[in-house]
């Protein structure tokens, strides 16, 4: 009967090919992703064996004069928008398991492969072999192979035997190797920048790596306040901790390690090493002192004022830093002024906006918009700093760029990568969090709609109440069964509609 029958032969076939799909659609997928590691692991010896000529570079230098060909441009653009935007991205799409992860990983790879070969393949400027970027890029291509063979693992869900064993484990490498990735592909570009203008070698190294590493420490500081803030209030709660012990803990190590580098010890002390180590001095100080504050007499989690200090103090003193050209002063001037700037609003507001409470709200999902402000000023606080070494003050000084225009452009980085975290946080908390955000926003009247009893309420279930009140004026002891029928209809779809919650006038009548 069944085979003869062409509705249920229809049906079959389309319960299969329903089946089939996707099958379908992961066994390409994952054929995508393994050619796209074997592809990116046949590239890096390749291009590895690649000569680089060095015959234009001037003794003692790590670069020739000639400029940046368009091969270069290209390998620059396609890796920043590549290890910039499509790799963190898609991270934040496998935190939230999205079907968009896979595809998005396999085409950020394929990119990144083509970036690879394209920046072995250029003309004009020519760099020493053995650069910084050049060496980092192999660790950061050995990651991306890593991730993606993992990727593959898992996508082929061998749960079984001794695949069940190892599968936890790889689950937790994938996850620690993607979660890291940003922050590797954060330095490579860093690294990219140096090589490609020349700079920290001999002497200016030191200083190089005080600038870039305190500055992305500050740009960091407001990415995790921006986490915090935006999607970390519950977490910070469970841990029994207000946000200032975690910052002053930081803050005192940080101190820490600044006092007894900062300074080279044998040598005679100039003014730059005395204002650097007494700064370490009041850091690990003054965290300390943080720490102790972050709890109230009872134990419980306390606000304090002491980072919002430490940024605050920290940027008078870089304010003050002797330079030697104008518009290197003004730099600095302008990062302290900023840095200054973040501790100021952190103080406000912790002790004014949010009167020492943990968020504006108890569930921790609203914000107030003067919050956003030291968070912000702590990413331009960062650039400003990074932007600041002294080969880049002789660059800049040299182009005929002034200090004004300098500090626009660089505060013009700080709003696009604040504005991509941001991007990044909503990405994954609107699904993430869809059921706490959808609550809190039902119970502040988010949509302006009509509420009973805390209820939403659209037009075709109020219509729906308006016509079961009428019918309720015209109900008789007699009353015929094809009313009462349209009676129990109305109360049926609006009780379906309403999540099974009677409304007022039905409650009235039960």
Excluded at 395 to 405: M, N, P, R, T
Aim: with cysteine; aromatic share 10%.
């Amino acid at each position: 009967m069944t085979l003869n029958n062409p509705a249920a032969r229809r049906g079959g076939s389309s319960s299969s090919l329903r089946r089939l799909i996707p099958r379908v659609v992961s066994s390409s997928s994952i054929t995508a992703t393994a050619a796209t590691a074997v592809l990116a692991a046949s590239f890096i010896p390749m291009a590895s064996g690649h000569d680089h000529h060095e015959d234009q570079i001037p003794e003692g230098a790590t670069i020739s004069v000639d400029p940046l060909d368009t091969t270069l441009w290209l390998h620059i653009f396609l890796q920043t928008f590549v290890f910039g935007i499509l790799f963190p991205t898609g991270m934040v799409l496998g935190i939230i398991k999205s079907r968009w992860h896979v595809p998005l990983q396999v085409l950020g790879t394929a990119l990144a492969v083509v970036g690879y070969v394209l920046g072995h393949l250029h003309k004009g400027r020519q760099f020493i072999s053995n650069n910084v970027h050049a060496s980092f890029a192999n660790i950061l291509f050995l990651m991306m192979i890593v991730q993606v063979v993992l990727g593959v693992y898992l996508k082929l869900h061998l749960e079984k035997g001794f695949h069940g064993r190892i599968r936890p484990v790889f689950r937790i490498l994938h996850s620690i190797n993607g979660k890291a990735f940003p922050i590797a592909s954060w330095v490579q570009m860093l690294f990219g920048g140096i090589t490609a203008l020349g700079f920290c070698q001999g002497d200016h190294l030191g200083q190089c790596l005080a600038h870039f590493i305190m500055g992305s420490a500050f740009i960091a500081y407001g990415v995790l306040l921006t986490i915090v803030l935006l999607v970390g209030q519950i977490w910070l709660r469970r841990t029994g901790r207000s946000q200032e012990f975690f910052d002053s803990a930081v803050i005192a190590a940080w101190g820490c390690v600044n006092t007894f580098t900062e300074h080279r010890w044998g040598t005679a002390w100039v003014r730059n090493d005395w204002q650097h180590t007494t700064m370490g001095v009041i850091w690990w100080a003054a965290g300390l002192a943080g720490v102790w504050l972050s709890r109230n007499r009872d134990g419980t989690p306390k606000r304090n004022f002491i980072p919002g200090f430490v940024l605050l103090i920290t940027g008078w003193a870089m304010s003050a830093h002797p330079q030697e050209l104008m518009i290197s002063a003004m730099t600095h001037k302008m990062f302290g002024w900023t840095l200054m700037g973040a501790g100021l609003t952190r103080i406000i507001e912790i002790s004014f906006i949010l009167k020492d409470k943990p968020a504006v709200s108890d569930q921790g999902y609203e914000t107030h918009s003067f919050q956003y402000v030291p968070v912000f000023l702590l990413y331009a606080s960062g650039f400003l700093f990074m932007s600041a070494t002294e080969e880049q003050m002789a660059l800049i000084a040299g182009s005929g760029i002034d200090h004004v225009a300098y500090v626009l452009i660089i505060y013009s980085l700080a709003f696009i990568l604040f504005l991509f975290v941001n991007i990044l946080i909503h990405l994954y908390d609107r699904t993430a969090n869809t059921d706490s955000v959808s609550k809190n926003h039902d119970t502040t009247h988010g949509n302006g709609a009509i509420r009973l009893n805390g209820r939403p309420t659209n037009p075709e279930t109020q219509l729906r109440d308006a016509g079961e009140f009428e019918l309720e004026g015209l109900m008789s002891d007699d009353e015929d069964d094809e009313v009462a029928s349209r009676r129990n209809l109305l109360k049926n779809e609006r009780d379906v509609d309403d999540g099974g919650i009677a409304s007022p006038s039905t409650a009235a009548r039960r």
